[in-house]
């Protein structure tokens, strides 16, 4: 009876085994299915990405030709979907209406309580491509405008700025927004994956555990630190103001957004890639000033310390120099995420046991009930 040796946050725990990603800290490197992270950035297009996580390997011509007819082919939504969409709150987080639309779309979907894995590859691929045009169906919806439909010809990044803006933008940033998505698509055992396999390990299908894994991304110590960080650069404002603004929050020990991370403790190997593309970004937008924020945050995070930025950090003024709104920044997030997610759920699905650790009990010791009428 005494206390084993608990560890809070499940730090450092292998919790089962895994095929899909491989994160190494001691190398600061990410690999899907074997394949630097890096290297899948500048070779691959993120469809390409999809189908390495869903299938092992990556495709051939005809196989991602296949696999991107089929995602254009499923974007649209129901008009039911499109309607209750309409009548979400127009405050809500964006984070609210997809994890909700998604759930709506579970109990549309033809195949709901079909667990197999042929129907729940399905289904992935449903999400995959219906999560874009419900994320920007209620934007678009709570700021007054109609939806956009879904653009079959397009990819699915080109797309996404479709649904969101009514025109695609520039190669340059659809290129930056596609490695971002191929950056964002996998992690092994975050916490809304982690969320995602403990639902789908109860016998529960993929859109029960998405809805799930769309709520634990939303948290500002997960994919809700992307917003955040927009929001720490906004209030920074302008670069001179940046050291004495990080002080005072270190003074007070509080938490510098976008900063950290529980596995990587030396870098976080998508950072490189991505503040390259969010530099780019800058230079086509002609707006330097966020970058140079960040690079004195960076700076002064490690010196002051020795903390280093996570993709967030970068992600972030990327966004918003493509020109989303900052409520935007998480709901891309799992645009990509559903990737991984879907590939967690498929592999739990296949080597199955119930997810049901233990906890040591420290509340008082048993009692007897006192009946309700001698209560005083
Ligand atoms: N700002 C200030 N101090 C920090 C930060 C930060 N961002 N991150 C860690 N620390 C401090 C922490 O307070 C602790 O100090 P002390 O030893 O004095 O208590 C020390 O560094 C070590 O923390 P840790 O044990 O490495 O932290 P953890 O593994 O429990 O937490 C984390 C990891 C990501 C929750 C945390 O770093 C954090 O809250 N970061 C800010 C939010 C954020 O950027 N989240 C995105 C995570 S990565 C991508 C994603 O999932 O979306």
Redesign the pocket.
């Known amino acids: 009876t005494t206390q084993p040796e608990i560890r809070k ?1 499940l ?1 450092g725990v292998y919790a089962d085994v895994s095929a899909i990603s491989k994160v190494m800290p001691e190398t600061n490197s990410l690999t899907y299915r074997g394949y630097a992270v890096q290297d899948l950035c500048e070779n691959c297009c993120f469809e390409e990405v999809a189908y390495l996580l869903w299938n092992g390997e990556l495709p051939t011509r005809a196989q991602l030709d296949a696999f991107r007819r089929e995602e254009a082919a499923n974007r649209a939504l129901s008009p039911r979907l499109l309607k209750a969409i309409e009548g979400f709150p127009h405050d809500a987080h964006p984070m609210d209406a997809i994890r909700t639309a998604v759930s709506l779309m579970g109990m549309e979907d033809p195949e709901v309580a079909d667990v197999s894995e042929a129907a729940t590859r399905r289904k992935a691929m449903r999400l995959l491509a219906k999560i874009p045009t419900a994320i920007a169906a209620a934007h678009r919806f709570a700021k007054g405008l109609a939806p956009v439909a879904p653009d079959p010809g397009l990819s699915f990044s080109e797309n996404f700025f479709h649904v969101v803006f009514g025109k695609v933008p520039q190669p340059e940033v659809v290129k930056a927004f596609d490695v971002s998505l191929i950056l964002y698509a996998e ?1 092994t055992f ?2 809304s994956t982690f969320t995602a396999r403990t639902i789908a390990s109860t016998g529960a299908d993929i859109h029960a555990a998405i809805t799930g894994a769309i709520g634990a991304l939303k948290g ?4 809700g ?2 917003e ?2 927009m929001h720490m650069l906004e209030e920074i404002g302008e670069p001179e103001n940046a050291v004495a603004w990080l002080e005072g929050r ?1 003074d007070h ?10 596995v990587y ?1 030396s870098g ?1 190997s998508r950072v490189p890639t991505m503040t390259k593309y969010a530099e780019r970004m800058a230079e086509v937008v002609g707006d330097r000033r966020w970058m140079e924020i960040s690079r004195i945050l960076a700076a002064e ?1 490690l010196r002051r ?1 020795n ?1 280093h930025p ?4 970068p992600a972030g003024p990327a966004y918003y120099l493509m020109g989303f709104e900052i409520p935007l920044f998480t709901p891309i ?1 799992v645009a990509s995420r559903i990737t991984g997610w879907a590939a967690h759920v498929l592999e739990q699905m296949a080597d199955n046991r119930l997810i049901r650790p233990l906890s040591w009990y420290t509340g008082v010791e048993q009692r007897p009930v006192v009946p309700l009428a001698q209560r005083g």
């Open positions: 946050g730090v992690h975050n916490a500002p110590l997960h994919g630190a992307n955040a960080v270190l020990r509080a938490l510098v957004m976008g900063f950290g991370h529980r403790k976080d995070m310390k903390i996570n993709l967030d950090f997030f």
